[in-house]
């Protein structure tokens, strides 16, 4: 089996790759232009990392709650937060392998790549129902099926992408209402004579009322 990647050890420089911060605002703003959020909402971002979907989404809702299993990568958002004196963000280290679950009910919940760092991604939706409030929303990012080259390292990579179709016809089949996709953003990875290019979906769907 795949061993766990150490999130810790790159989250100091996670914010460097520019990459990394174009998909995230793309992410966000395919969020905001889906769900329109508003500020009677308390939403979580499973999987947030350094905060980079978490803080663009943070003026529009009335609080997130970042949640991952990496203190490392908690850290760098957590220091964001004091820095700007942010008050309606908090953070809380939970791994869903371990079946560690944060605390509350949520009007929306968010994730950007990190389902193909789960082994069993049915089990994240699952958690998901859980934890929505009735009504709630769900907008969860990642990579349409790839070739298997995005990751220069696949360590603790569990799916060379998605078929967004399917996972639609799974949350249809697990309760979920009103699902769409789109395409949130294109990864260009490779030199510029061998350009590769990896579409990100962004799928929504909300918890029947
Ligand atoms: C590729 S990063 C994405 C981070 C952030 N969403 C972003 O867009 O920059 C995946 C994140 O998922 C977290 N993660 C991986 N497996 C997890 C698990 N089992 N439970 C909670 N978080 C997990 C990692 O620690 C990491 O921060």
């Known amino acids: 089996m ?16 520019p990459r990394r911060v174009k998909l995230a605002g793309n992410v966000a703003s395919s969020i905001i232009g889906a769900i329109h959020p508003d500020q009677t909402m308390d939403a979580l971002d499973f999987g947030c990392g350094t905060g980079l979907v978490t803080l663009l989404l943070r003026p529009w809702v009335r ?11 908690l850290a760098v958002l957590e220091r964001k937060v004091r820095e700007r004196e942010m008050t309606n963000v908090e953070t809380v280290c939970r791994d869903l392998e371990k079946d560690e679950r944060p605390a ?7 994730s950007s790549m990190t389902l193909h760092h789960l082994p069993e991604p049915a089990r994240l939706f699952n958690l998901f129902n859980d934890l929505l409030l009735p009504g709630g929303l769900i907008a969860v990012a990642d990579l349409d099926t ?4 995005f990751h220069d390292d696949s360590t603790g990579v569990f799916h060379h ?11 249809l089949e697990i309760g979920f209402i009103d699902c769409g996709a789109q395409t949130a953003d294109v990864i260009v990875k490779g030199t510029e004579a061998a350009a590769r290019e990896y579409p990100v979906f962004l799928i929504t769907a909300r918890k029947p009322s």
């Open 63 to 73: 609080s997130i709650l970042g949640v991952d299993s990496s203190r490392g990568m």
């Open 146 to 149: 790839e070739d298997g080259n």
């Open 161 to 171: 992408g998605f078929d967004r179709e399917k996972i639609m016809a799974h949350l």
């Open 104 to 110: 509350g009910r949520f009007h929306l919940i968010v």
């Open 2 to 17: 795949n061993e766990k990647r150490d999130f810790d050890q790159v989250a100091p420089s996670w914010d460097e790759e």
